[in-house]
């Protein structure tokens, strides 16, 4: 049998609040259990389990991995100001005259996602 990956795990200074940022994100809550100051904090959402976990040192280089963002119930660029509302930087826009491209954010402790487009807006490009 294959190993599963259980949780995609996020080292950062303070997990309740990267926690609670990331909740926000995805529309879900931060776990029951968690608590401001924890070393250790949990965030479920449909398809991913993201575990933030306290280090004492900072992030110093670009992510080697990041999340992609695809909202389901507003546009890219809706999505993108929701995100900077919550406290996220934009690190870089690549977005295009056709509507196509995405945008480069980092959360609220630096680590960089990506904001594309949904599943209509993707279809709208591609069939015209």
């Known amino acids: 049998m294959a190993s599963l ?30 608590q401001p100051g924890d070393p250790e904090a949990l ?26 963002i695809q909202p389901t119930d507003r546009t890219r660029d809706e999505e993108v100001e929701r995100l900077l509302s919550l406290g ?10 056709d509507g196509s491209g995405w945008v480069t954010l980092a959360d609220i402790e630096g680590n960089e996602f990506c904001v594309e487009r949904n599943a209509a807006e993707r279809a709208a490009t591609t069939s015209s």
Do not use: M, Q
């Open 5 to 34: 990956v259980h949780h995609v795990s996020i080292d950062c200074a303070d997990t309740y609040r990267l926690g609670t940022f990331w909740a926000e994100v995805l529309d879900t809550r931060i776990s029951d259990d968690d």
């Open 43 to 68: 965030v479920e959402a449909e398809g991913i389990s993201i575990l933030f976990i306290a280090v004492p040192e900072g992030k110093t280089v670009k992510n080697r991995v990041h999340f992609d």
């Open 88 to 97: 996220a930087t934009l690190v870089g826009d690549r977005r295009r005259p």
